[in-house]
């Protein structure tokens, strides 16, 4: 008999199962070089922010509603993510890219930490 919680626990594995596969695309179309890229990084970066807004959707309604993730600071990153891509477009200097995309990684890293701070919070309290 299949439980509530582990139908739960399927989706879960499907949706990780769905990021290593990204991630080995990303990895496997991917020339040498273009590692050295900060885009490759910027790439990486908004993979695993995705991974962690996923995981965010599939928690039990009920804990789900407990976690807000900043939208703001993923809609920043997203903007520095596109000012990056498009600053041969826009004839940016090649250091104030690389800075742009420092800061995308740096808000979707920042926007995962406050995610999953508020997972171990809700963790802690349950306990």
Partial sequence: MVTNESRRRR???IASALLCGVLALVVMFTNRGAF???MAVVVVAAIGSAALLLRLRLRRPAQARNYHPP???NVLGAAFAL???LSD???LNAQIAQVMAL???GSFG???AM???AFRKQRAASK
Avoid: E, N, Y
Wanted: proline share 4%; aromatic share 16%; glycine share 4%.
């Fill in 83 to 85: 000012l990056a891509l």
């Fill in 103 to 105: 800061a995308a990684v």
């Fill in 11 to 13: 989706w879960t594995v």
């Fill in 36 to 38: 050295f890229s900060p």
């Fill in 110 to 112: 920042v926007s995962g």
């Fill in 71 to 73: 939208v703001w600071l």
């Fill in 115 to 117: 995610i999953l701070h």
């Fill in 89 to 91: 477009f826009l004839r």
